[in-house]
C-alpha cells in the first residue's frame, strides 16, 4: 500500500513549456486534490476532485488544467509554464463516506518540486 | 467563507518543555478541524482532528489538541517535546459538507517549530 504517489519528484522547464505532473492513489479514495506550497503561504488549492468525472476550480486554479482520469489517477497540466509557477506541489486524497458526514481527512503524497526559469 | 490563521511564524522551545503552536478559525457552522506536520521534503502527514464530540482531540506521537468554540480556536499541544519534533505544522479548516463550500480545505501558512536540545 504505497498511499498517494506522485511523478516526477524534481522538474526544471523554461517559460513556455509544457508539462503534466501525475498523482495516483491506492486507497480507493474518492476525493483527489491539488496544491501548491509556496514560502508564508501555506497550501493554496488548485483544482479538486469530489469523485471520479468531476473536477473544480480551487483558490488558484489560472494557468492549470486537470484530468481526473479514474478513480485511482488525478493529473495537473501546465500548459504554458510561467516563473510564478515555480513552487512545490502537493497532490492529496480523501474519502468520502456515503451516508453520512465525512470527516474528509486528507493524506498526502511526496511533492513535486518545480522550478520555472 | 472559511480562514485559519496561524499567529506564529515559529516556536521555538528547550526539549522536555510544553509545546503549543496556536490555530485561530474562521467558518460558518460546526468547523472540522484538523493538524499536519510536514518533515523537510516530505509531504504533509495527517496528526489529528475534531468533527464532534469531546474538545480535547488525542493525535500521533502525542500530540493533542483543544477546540474552543467560543475562542474559535485549535491550539496544538504536546506536554513534553522532543529534538524529532522540530517540522512545520500546519492548522486546517473545513466547513460542514451542508455548505458550498466542501471539499476545500483552508489552510494555515504553518508555524516552524524548532526545538532545541
Known amino acids: 500500500n504505497a498511499g498517494v504517489t506522485q511523478t516526477p519528484k524534481f522538474q526544471v522547464l523554461k517559460t513556455g513549456q509544457s508539462m503534466t505532473l501525475q498523482c495516483a492513489q491506492d486507497m480507493n479514495h474518492n476525493s483527489m486534490y491539488w496544491y501548491r506550497q509556496d514560502p508564508g503561504m501555506g497550501l493554496r488549492l488548485i483544482y479538486y476532485?469530489?469523485?471520479?468525472?468531476?473536477?473544480d476550480k480551487g483558490e488558484v486554479p489560472n494557468g492549470y488544467n486537470v484530468s481526473r482520469l479514474n478513480k485511482r489517477e488525478f493529473s495537473l497540466r501546465l500548459e504554458s509554464a510561467a516563473p510564478s509557477q515555480t513552487s512545490v506541489y502537493f497532490c492529496?486524497?480523501?474519502?468520502?463516506?456515503?451516508?453520512?458526514?465525512?470527516?474528509?481527512?486528507?493524506?498526502f503524497g511526496p511533492g513535486t518540486r518545480l522550478t520555472v526559469l | 467563507a472559511q480562514s485559519v490563521a496561524q499567529p506564529e511564524d515559529q516556536v521555538n522551545v528547550a526539549e522536555g518543555n510544553p509545546l503549543t503552536v496556536k490555530c485561530t478559525y474562521s467558518v460558518s457552522g460546526n468547523p472540522y478541524l484538523f493538524w499536519y506536520v510536514q518533515y523537510p521534503n516530505r509531504g504533509l502527514q495527517f496528526l489529528l482532528k475534531y468533527i464532534t464530540g469531546d474538545n480535547l482531540v488525542k493525535g500521533s506521537y502525542g500530540f493533542e489538541a483543544e477546540f474552543n468554540k467560543s475562542q474559535t480556536s485549535f491550539h496544538l499541544k504536546k506536554p513534553s517535546a522532543l529534538v524529532s519534533d522540530s517540522a512545520l505544522y500546519f492548522c486546517?479548516?473545513?466547513?460542514?459538507?451542508?455548505?458550498?463550500?466542501?471539499?476545500?480545505?483552508?489552510f494555515g501558512a504553518g508555524t516552524q517549530v524548532v526545538v532545541t536540545p
Open positions: 492529496a486524497s480523501s474519502e468520502r463516506l456515503a451516508g453520512g458526514p465525512s470527516t474528509d481527512t486528507q493524506y
Open positions: 476532485s469530489a469523485s471520479e468525472g468531476t473536477t
Open positions: 486546517a479548516v473545513r466547513a460542514p459538507m451542508t455548505t458550498d463550500s466542501w471539499g476545500k480545505f483552508q
